[in-house]
């Protein structure tokens, strides 16, 4: 580690790197914390056994116009999670070169021992436990209170930086989802799920109580991980060289094929109908950049005048 810098300035250098790069949050993990949470054999030190901090970090999701477009448009518009890996990767070698600690940037792949659907390494315990993000009634995406959904990455590190805390309260479910869980039993996210993925409960104090993800019937959907194993089956089953050219070039395949030829993430991305209606996300900083403005203007008329206040009542400012 670099001579002279503490770890909380240590940290503070790694928040404003990411920042410069265009995450949205920053946040460090507690290494026992994910331990204890973690299954067995997939806890950080699985992965970097010397390990002393986990940070995570967030990027925004779509645009306030990727929102307003149809779905097949969506698909291709609204995934930014390579954004955030890409940070991650660089935040790792500022890290070692910066302040002389080992550190690796978190894969975000499948474990290839336990197939598509188990990752290597859970990035939204990390951003949990890190307090960037907490669960909500839709599936398990994460939600910000500010920032809405946001796609996350993680860094290892051997060097040791104050972890922060989870968030003390949970943004969702929002009032309005409530309100209609009140009417109808459902919140938004479950009632516009397409393939009806989602359910659960709401307390009495609206809070979420239960939260229910039928991955498997989101699959279907979206986060086609067998997509191209399933089209080679086909191929290997046709009868005849018109059926197998079928299985190769019928226009949902050929959509695939271009998505791979031009490194498209969106391949593998989520519907988004559950956050097109959720209220958290659609009001959040980055999809109502006006409101993020007036509140900053409003702030500093705020500041200006406690200044003036102060000068005519002979306060040190």
């Avoid at 946001?150 to 929002?174: G, I, K, L, R, W």
């Amino acid at each position: 580690m670099a001579k002279n810098i503490e770890s909380m300035e240590a940290k503070e250098l790694m928040r404003d790197y990411v920042m410069q790069k265009g995450a949205l949050a920053f946040g460090v993990a507690d290494v026992q914390t994910l331990e204890k949470i973690a299954p067995q054999g997939y806890g950080p030190t699985a992965l970097l056994p010397r390990v002393k901090s986990v940070i995570s970090l967030g990027v925004g999701g779509g645009t306030r116009g990727a929102w307003a477009a149809d779905a097949k448009t969506l698909a291709y518009i609204g995934d930014t999670e390579t954004m955030a890996y890409k940070i991650a990767y660089g935040l790792a070698f500022m890290i070692e070169q910066k302040f002389g600690a080992r550190a690796i940037f978190c894969p975000p792949d499948m474990d290839p021992e336990k197939g598509a659907r188990t990752p290597m390494q859970s990035l939204k315990l990390h951003a949990e436990v890190a307090g960037i993000g907490a669960r909500s009634m839709a599936g398990d995406i994460l939600l910000h209170p500010d920032f809405g959904m946001m796609y996350y990455a993680s860094v290892f590190t051997e060097m040791t930086v104050p972890p922060d805390q989870p968030m003390a309260e949970n943004p969702c479910p929002h009032p309005s989802c409530v309100k209609l869980y009140d009417q109808t039993g459902q919140t938004p996210c479950m009632r516009f799920c397409p393939v009806d993925c989602l359910s659960g409960s709401v307390d009495e104090n609206g809070k979420l109580e239960e939260m229910n993800y039928d991955a498997h019937a989101c699959a279907a959907m979206s986060q086609q991980y067998e997509a191209i194993p399933n089209i080679l089956l086909d191929m290997m089953d046709a009868k005849d060289p018109i059926e197998r050219g079928m299985a190769v070039h019928s226009p949902e395949n050929q959509l695939i094929w271009y998505k791979l030829s031009i490194g498209a993430g969106e391949l593998l991305s989520l519907c988004y109908e559950c956050m097109r209606v959720c209220p958290i996300t659609q009001s959040s900083m980055m999809v109502k950049p006006i409101a993020k403005e007036g509140g900053l203007r409003q702030k500093v008329s705020e500041a200006k005048n406690q200044a003036q206040t102060d000068i005519e009542t002979g306060v040190d400012p």
